[in-house]
Every structure is written in structure tokens, then in C-alpha cells.
């Protein structure tokens, strides 16, 4: 699986923000990574790291931060720059409507399997909204960066959108969409 990197924050909000209706599961992950330097095994690398699954890759963005030298000013300043950083996009990625959880991905082949998607228009108590349906799975996931229609015909034009930006016909988006009801 390729790896799409980034280590300035705009950039990686920007690449999330373009194709945000394809991360799986909605979900990025943010961490601060704590790497043993070569020069001692006491001194420890700062590295903010997130990232997400999108279609068949993975955007990951990475920063360095400072080294923790277990000196408390110097280590202070380090995970202070650390911490505002992971805030930041924490912000910037729920503006977009994505969850944000900690860890890393770690996986370089990624999942050893592509889970099948397809969107579609939803109703809702107050009108209608797109959901992702995952082939196999019962149900539906509410794709919430996209807001609500007024109508069903609109809605699913939009997600018929989506649908043809993952290179899915009409008929084979129905068939997944099927699938996850028909469960």
C-alpha cells in the first residue's frame, strides 16, 4: 500500500480535506511517538505522527519535534510543542467532520483485504443525508462532513458522485449498497 507523506500540517489537512469522503471509516489516528536516540539510549526523539487509510493509500504526516533529554525545561518545551501540535490537527481534522483517535499505523502492506464501499442517500427524521455502506456489513455509517439535503433526489446525486469518484457504476454501487441492507 503507498504511503503518502506530508510533514507540514497545511499540506496534510489539505490532502484529508480533498478526499475526505474516502478515509476509512472516517477515522485518523494522531500519536506522539517517542524514538530512542543513536547517540544515547537516555535521549528520546519527539515526533508527532497521524494518519489515515484513503482508498489504497496511506496519508501519514510526521514532525519532529525536539529530543526529551530528561533535563525538565528543555523536556518541558519539546512536549509542550508536541501536544499544541497534535491539538491543532485534531481541530483542523474534526472541522472536517473525521473522528480523531490516538495510535499509529503501523501496518506498511496495510489491511490485507480492501472493504467495498458505496454511498447513498439516507433518510432523516428532517430530511436526508448520505451514509457509506460497507459491502457485507448490516447497516449504514453516517457520512456527516457532507450535511444534510432537503431531498432525496439530492442526496443522491451526491453520493452517485462519490460513488463515480471511486470508480463505481451506478449498478455495481447499488450492489453494495444492497449487500449492507440485505443483512
Not at 31 to 54: D, E, N
Not at 68 to 88: H, I
Request: overall charge negative; hydrophobic content about 40%.
Amino acid at each position: 500500500m503507498p504511503i503518502v507523506r506530508f510533514t507540514d500540517p497545511r499540506e496534510f489537512i489539505d490532502e484529508l480535506s480533498s478526499d475526505k469522503a474516502f478515509v476509512a471509516r472516517g477515522l485518523v489516528r494522531i500519536t506522539k511517538q517517542y524514538l530512542p536516540s543513536g547517540l544515547s539510549p537516555t535521549i528520546r526523539l519527539v515526533t508527532v505522527v497521524a494518519a489515515a487509510h484513503v482508498v489504497d493509500d496511506i496519508v501519514r504526516f510526521e514532525k519532529y519535534c525536539g529530543d526529551l533529554w530528561d533535563m525538565p525545561d528543555s523536556d518541558k518545551k519539546v512536549n509542550e510543542t508536541a501536544e499544541r501540535l497534535c491539538e491543532q490537527l485534531e481541530g483542523e481534522i474534526k472541522k472536517l467532520g473525521l473522528t480523531v483517535r490516538p495510535g499509529l499505523i503501523t501496518d506498511p502492506e496495510g489491511p490485507r483485504f480492501r472493504l467495498r464501499f458505496a454511498f447513498t442517500a439516507v433518510v432523516k427524521f428532517d430530511g436526508f443525508i448520505i451514509g457509506r455502506a460497507d459491502e457485507n456489513v448490516p447497516g449504514f455509517t453516517p457520512f456527516k462532513a457532507e450535511g444534510s439535503f432537503a431531498t432525496r433526489e439530492a442526496a443522491q446525486d451526491r453520493a452517485d458522485e462519490l460513488n463515480r469518484h471511486l470508480g463505481l457504476s451506478k449498478e455495481e454501487a447499488l450492489r453494495i449498497v444492497g449487500t449492507a441492507m440485505a443483512r
